[in-house]
Protein backbone atom coordinates (compact mmCIF):
# COMPACT_ATOMS: atom_id res chain seq x y z
CA UNK A 1 0.00 0.00 0.00
CA UNK A 2 3.06 2.26 0.68
CA UNK A 3 5.88 1.86 -0.76
CA UNK A 4 9.37 3.62 -1.50
CA UNK A 5 12.34 3.04 -4.14
CA UNK A 6 15.74 4.30 -3.01
CA UNK A 7 14.20 7.45 -2.13
CA UNK A 8 16.66 10.25 -1.90
CA UNK A 9 16.17 14.24 -1.12
CA UNK A 10 19.03 16.55 -1.15
CA UNK A 11 19.55 20.37 -0.48
CA UNK A 12 22.69 21.54 -2.03
CA UNK A 13 25.09 19.53 -0.51
CA UNK A 14 23.06 17.91 2.42
CA UNK A 15 21.36 15.04 2.60
CA UNK A 16 18.08 14.82 4.44
CA UNK A 17 16.94 11.46 2.83
CA UNK A 18 19.63 8.87 1.34
CA UNK A 19 17.96 5.97 -0.86
CA UNK A 20 15.21 5.00 1.87
CA UNK A 21 13.29 2.08 1.29
CA UNK A 22 10.27 0.65 3.21
CA UNK A 23 7.44 -1.58 1.87
CA UNK A 24 3.95 -1.13 4.04
CA UNK A 25 1.25 -4.17 3.63
CA UNK A 26 -1.92 -2.82 3.29
CA UNK A 27 -3.88 -2.50 7.12
CA UNK A 28 -1.27 -2.24 8.96
CA UNK A 29 0.19 0.30 11.40
CA UNK A 30 4.28 0.95 10.17
CA UNK A 31 6.20 3.28 12.73
CA UNK A 32 9.10 5.12 11.30
CA UNK A 33 11.16 6.16 14.39
CA UNK A 34 13.85 8.56 14.12
CA UNK A 35 15.80 11.83 16.49
CA UNK A 36 14.65 15.10 15.67
CA UNK A 37 16.02 16.13 11.96
CA UNK A 38 16.61 12.43 10.93
CA UNK A 39 14.47 12.75 7.42
CA UNK A 40 10.67 11.61 9.14
CA UNK A 41 9.11 14.76 8.28
CA UNK A 42 10.77 14.86 4.45
CA UNK A 43 9.36 11.04 4.17
CA UNK A 44 5.87 11.78 5.43
CA UNK A 45 5.58 15.42 3.24
CA UNK A 46 6.86 13.74 -0.05
CA UNK A 47 4.28 10.62 0.39
CA UNK A 48 1.90 13.67 1.09
CA UNK A 49 2.66 15.15 -2.36
CA UNK A 50 3.96 18.20 -0.74
CA UNK A 51 7.66 17.97 -1.15
CA UNK A 52 9.10 16.40 -4.43
CA UNK A 53 11.99 13.68 -3.70
CA UNK A 54 15.72 14.17 -5.86
CA UNK A 55 15.34 10.90 -6.68
CA UNK A 56 13.84 7.64 -6.49
CA UNK A 57 10.11 7.01 -5.94
CA UNK A 58 7.28 6.68 -4.11
CA UNK A 59 4.32 4.71 -4.15
CA UNK A 60 0.86 5.11 -2.59
CA UNK A 61 -1.32 2.24 -3.47
CA UNK A 62 0.41 1.74 -6.71
CA UNK A 63 0.12 5.39 -7.35
CA UNK A 64 3.07 8.14 -7.88
CA UNK A 65 3.56 10.46 -6.02
CA UNK A 66 5.24 12.84 -8.25
CA UNK A 67 3.24 11.70 -11.39
CA UNK A 68 -0.10 11.65 -9.95
CA UNK A 69 -0.27 13.50 -6.79
CA UNK A 70 -4.09 14.59 -7.26
CA UNK A 71 -4.76 10.78 -7.02
CA UNK A 72 -2.72 10.09 -4.37
CA UNK A 73 -4.41 13.11 -2.43
CA UNK A 74 -7.90 11.17 -2.84
CA UNK A 75 -6.34 7.94 -1.41
CA UNK A 76 -4.36 9.92 1.93
CA UNK A 77 -5.29 11.52 5.09
CA UNK A 78 -2.11 14.03 6.24
CA UNK A 79 -1.71 15.15 9.56
CA UNK A 80 1.45 16.90 10.07
CA UNK A 81 3.30 17.86 12.77
CA UNK A 82 2.90 21.45 12.82
CA UNK A 83 -0.50 22.11 11.98
CA UNK A 84 -2.91 25.20 11.85
CA UNK A 85 -6.42 25.55 13.25
CA UNK A 86 -9.25 28.19 12.61
CA UNK A 87 -9.70 28.73 16.48
CA UNK A 88 -13.50 31.04 15.80
CA UNK A 89 -14.49 27.62 14.73
CA UNK A 90 -16.58 25.32 16.10
CA UNK A 91 -15.65 21.34 16.10
CA UNK A 92 -18.44 20.98 13.98
CA UNK A 93 -17.81 23.68 11.79
CA UNK A 94 -14.15 22.70 11.48
CA UNK A 95 -14.87 19.60 10.17
CA UNK A 96 -18.03 20.95 8.13
CA UNK A 97 -15.95 22.97 6.42
CA UNK A 98 -13.28 20.26 5.32
CA UNK A 99 -15.99 18.39 4.18
CA UNK A 100 -17.11 20.95 1.70
CA UNK A 101 -13.46 21.17 0.34
CA UNK A 102 -13.35 17.56 -0.07
CA UNK A 103 -16.59 17.82 -2.40
CA UNK A 104 -19.04 15.84 0.05
CA UNK A 105 -22.81 16.77 0.13
CA UNK A 106 -24.47 18.55 2.63
CA UNK A 107 -26.46 15.39 4.05
CA UNK A 108 -22.82 13.67 4.13
CA UNK A 109 -21.35 16.04 6.35
CA UNK A 110 -24.59 15.99 8.57
CA UNK A 111 -24.18 12.15 8.79
CA UNK A 112 -20.35 11.72 9.06
CA UNK A 113 -18.97 14.54 11.11
CA UNK A 114 -21.00 13.25 14.36
CA UNK A 115 -19.66 9.63 13.88
CA UNK A 116 -15.87 11.39 13.41
CA UNK A 117 -16.92 13.21 16.66
CA UNK A 118 -17.60 10.27 18.32
CA UNK A 119 -14.56 8.22 16.65
CA UNK A 120 -11.85 10.62 18.13
CA UNK A 121 -13.91 10.91 21.62
CA UNK A 122 -15.40 14.65 20.78
CA UNK A 123 -18.29 14.31 20.62
CA UNK A 124 -18.94 16.30 24.00
CA UNK A 125 -17.63 19.21 22.31
CA UNK A 126 -19.22 19.44 19.22
CA UNK A 127 -20.34 23.15 19.62
CA UNK A 128 -16.74 24.47 21.46
CA UNK A 129 -14.89 26.47 19.89
CA UNK A 130 -11.40 25.68 18.57
CA UNK A 131 -9.41 27.78 20.58
CA UNK A 132 -10.46 26.48 23.64
CA UNK A 133 -9.72 22.85 23.45
CA UNK A 134 -6.62 21.18 24.65
CA UNK A 135 -4.02 20.19 22.61
CA UNK A 136 -4.53 16.70 23.05
CA UNK A 137 -8.23 17.49 21.76
CA UNK A 138 -6.80 19.57 19.21
CA UNK A 139 -4.28 16.41 17.74
CA UNK A 140 -7.82 14.36 18.08
CA UNK A 141 -9.70 16.98 15.93
CA UNK A 142 -6.99 16.54 13.17
CA UNK A 143 -6.98 13.52 13.31
CA UNK A 144 -10.92 13.41 12.13
CA UNK A 145 -10.22 16.23 9.89
CA UNK A 146 -7.92 13.92 8.00
CA UNK A 147 -10.60 10.88 8.14
CA UNK A 148 -13.28 13.43 6.52
CA UNK A 149 -13.09 11.98 3.11
CA UNK A 150 -12.26 8.24 4.10
CA UNK A 151 -8.65 7.80 3.11
CA UNK A 152 -7.62 4.18 2.78
CA UNK A 153 -4.14 5.61 4.10
CA UNK A 154 -3.41 8.25 7.08
CA UNK A 155 0.36 9.33 7.04
CA UNK A 156 0.35 10.77 10.67
CA UNK A 157 3.49 13.07 12.10
CA UNK A 158 4.28 12.73 15.31
CA UNK A 159 0.76 12.56 16.49
CA UNK A 160 1.53 11.96 20.04
CA UNK A 161 4.17 15.13 20.37
CA UNK A 162 3.68 17.26 23.04
CA UNK A 163 0.90 15.19 25.00
CA UNK A 164 0.00 14.50 28.46
CA UNK A 165 0.67 10.46 29.41
CA UNK A 166 -3.43 10.13 29.45
CA UNK A 167 -3.68 12.06 25.72
CA UNK A 168 -1.05 9.41 24.69
CA UNK A 169 -3.42 6.78 25.81
CA UNK A 170 -6.29 8.38 24.09
CA UNK A 171 -4.77 8.56 20.74
CA UNK A 172 -3.31 4.86 20.69
CA UNK A 173 -6.71 3.75 21.72
CA UNK A 174 -8.09 5.93 18.34
CA UNK A 175 -5.04 4.19 16.23
CA UNK A 176 -6.34 0.89 17.32
CA UNK A 177 -9.88 1.85 16.27
CA UNK A 178 -8.54 2.35 13.36
CA UNK A 179 -6.11 -0.87 12.28
CA UNK A 180 -9.37 -2.39 12.68
CA UNK A 181 -11.02 -0.73 10.32
CA UNK A 182 -8.39 -1.50 7.94
CA UNK A 183 -7.00 1.44 7.40
CA UNK A 184 -3.33 1.67 6.08
CA UNK A 185 -0.92 4.10 8.66
CA UNK A 186 2.52 5.05 8.64
CA UNK A 187 3.13 7.01 11.70
CA UNK A 188 6.15 8.34 13.03
CA UNK A 189 8.07 9.90 16.76
CA UNK A 190 11.62 10.30 18.41
CA UNK A 191 9.95 7.79 20.62
CA UNK A 192 10.54 4.19 19.91
CA UNK A 193 8.52 2.87 23.13
CA UNK A 194 5.55 5.01 22.12
CA UNK A 195 5.80 3.88 19.03
CA UNK A 196 6.92 0.21 19.74
CA UNK A 197 3.39 -0.65 21.44
CA UNK A 198 0.87 0.43 18.90
CA UNK A 199 3.11 -0.52 15.49
CA UNK A 200 2.74 -3.96 13.66
CA UNK A 201 6.90 -2.99 11.80
CA UNK A 202 8.88 -0.44 12.73
CA UNK A 203 11.79 1.65 11.13
CA UNK A 204 14.24 3.74 12.53
CA UNK A 205 16.10 6.26 10.78
CA UNK A 206 18.99 8.12 11.18
CA UNK A 207 20.39 11.26 9.38
CA UNK A 208 18.22 10.00 6.19
CA UNK A 209 19.26 6.02 6.57
CA UNK A 210 16.98 3.60 7.05
CA UNK A 211 19.56 1.98 9.63
CA UNK A 212 16.82 -0.94 10.92
CA UNK A 213 13.26 -1.98 9.92
CA UNK A 214 11.16 -5.33 11.24
CA UNK A 215 8.80 -5.93 14.12
CA UNK A 216 10.46 -4.49 17.51
CA UNK A 217 11.16 -8.10 18.74
CA UNK A 218 12.96 -8.65 15.08
CA UNK A 219 15.19 -5.65 15.44
CA UNK A 220 15.33 -6.18 19.20
CA UNK A 221 17.29 -10.00 18.31
CA UNK A 222 19.05 -8.56 15.70
CA UNK A 223 20.61 -6.03 17.14
CA UNK A 224 21.38 -7.25 20.93
CA UNK A 225 24.84 -8.98 20.15
CA UNK A 226 24.81 -10.02 23.37
CA UNK A 227 22.35 -10.64 26.44
CA UNK A 228 22.35 -9.60 30.20
CA UNK A 229 21.59 -12.63 32.18
CA UNK A 230 20.35 -12.42 35.97
CA UNK A 231 21.13 -15.31 38.23
CA UNK A 232 19.46 -15.48 41.86
CA UNK A 233 21.31 -17.73 44.44
CA UNK A 234 21.13 -18.74 48.14
CA UNK A 235 24.19 -19.82 49.85
CA UNK A 236 27.81 -19.23 48.77
CA UNK A 237 28.87 -17.39 45.33
CA UNK A 238 31.90 -18.73 44.46
CA UNK A 239 31.02 -21.84 43.17
CA UNK A 240 28.38 -20.23 40.92
CA UNK A 241 30.90 -17.69 39.81
CA UNK A 242 33.56 -20.33 39.30
CA UNK A 243 31.30 -22.13 36.58
CA UNK A 244 30.66 -19.10 35.16
CA UNK A 245 34.14 -18.01 34.49
CA UNK A 246 34.39 -21.51 32.56
CA UNK A 247 31.66 -21.16 29.99
CA UNK A 248 32.79 -19.80 27.29
CA UNK A 249 30.08 -17.77 25.96
CA UNK A 250 29.95 -15.91 29.60
CA UNK A 251 31.69 -12.57 28.54
CA UNK A 252 31.66 -10.81 31.92
CA UNK A 253 30.23 -10.81 34.88
CA UNK A 254 28.68 -7.33 35.50
CA UNK A 255 27.70 -7.15 39.05
CA UNK A 256 27.53 -9.30 42.29
CA UNK A 257 25.31 -8.48 45.23
CA UNK A 258 24.41 -10.73 47.98
CA UNK A 259 21.83 -13.31 46.22
CA UNK A 260 22.24 -11.90 42.69
CA UNK A 261 24.49 -12.19 39.89
CA UNK A 262 24.39 -10.94 35.85
CA UNK A 263 26.57 -11.36 33.51
CA UNK A 264 26.98 -10.83 29.53
CA UNK A 265 26.10 -14.23 27.46
CA UNK A 266 27.00 -14.23 23.92
CA UNK A 267 24.98 -17.72 22.96
CA UNK A 268 21.83 -18.76 21.56
CA UNK A 269 18.59 -19.23 23.22
CA UNK A 270 19.90 -22.71 22.36
CA UNK A 271 22.79 -22.55 23.90
CA UNK A 272 21.88 -20.33 27.01
CA UNK A 273 18.71 -23.47 27.74
CA UNK A 274 21.98 -26.04 27.80
CA UNK A 275 23.58 -23.47 29.84
CA UNK A 276 21.17 -23.78 32.14
CA UNK A 277 20.81 -27.54 32.11
CA UNK A 278 25.05 -27.76 33.10
CA UNK A 279 24.56 -25.28 36.05
CA UNK A 280 21.08 -27.84 37.22
CA UNK A 281 23.16 -30.86 36.77
CA UNK A 282 26.44 -29.11 38.59
CA UNK A 283 23.98 -28.87 41.23
CA UNK A 284 24.55 -24.59 41.96
CA UNK A 285 22.54 -23.44 44.38
CA UNK A 286 19.79 -21.39 41.70
CA UNK A 287 16.51 -19.84 42.57
CA UNK A 288 16.31 -18.00 39.46
CA UNK A 289 17.80 -18.02 35.96
CA UNK A 290 16.47 -15.51 33.36
CA UNK A 291 17.30 -12.63 30.78
CA UNK A 292 16.97 -9.33 31.45
CA UNK A 293 14.72 -7.24 29.23
CA UNK A 294 16.86 -4.16 27.29
CA UNK A 295 15.35 -1.15 27.48
CA UNK A 296 14.31 0.12 24.01
CA UNK A 297 15.73 3.40 24.88
CA UNK A 298 19.16 1.57 24.94
CA UNK A 299 18.12 -0.22 21.64
CA UNK A 300 17.28 3.05 19.78
CA UNK A 301 20.34 4.93 21.20
CA UNK A 302 22.42 1.77 19.96
CA UNK A 303 21.46 1.79 16.38
CA UNK A 304 21.04 5.74 15.73
CA UNK A 305 25.01 5.89 17.13
CA UNK A 306 27.73 6.39 14.17
CA UNK A 307 25.46 6.67 11.27
CA UNK A 308 26.41 8.76 8.57
CA UNK A 309 25.36 9.73 5.17
CA UNK A 310 27.11 10.45 1.51
CA UNK A 311 26.85 14.50 1.08
Same mark, same amino acid.
Given at each position: ??????? &? $???????????????????????????????????? +????????? &????????????????????? $????????????? +????????????????????????????????????? $???????????? %?????????????????????????????????? #?????????? %????????????????????????????????????????? $????????????????????????????????????????????????????????????? +??????????? &??????? #??????? &????
Amino acid at each position: MIETIDL &T $KRYGSYTALNELNIHVKKGTVYGLVGQNGAGKSTTF +QILATLMVP &TSGTALIDGVDVTQNPTEVRR $KIGYMPDFFGVYD +QLRTSEYLDFYGASYGLSISERKKLIPELLELVQLSH $KVNDYVDVLSRG %MKQRLCLARCLIHNPEVLILDEPASGLDPRARVE #MRNILRSLKS %MNKTIIISSHILPELAEMCDQIGVVDQGVLVANGSVSDIHD $KLQQQKVIQIRTFGSHQEVISFLEAEEDVLSIQSIKEGEIEFDYKGSDFEQKDLLKRAVEA +QLPLLSFNQVD &TDLEDIF #MDITKGV &TTDE
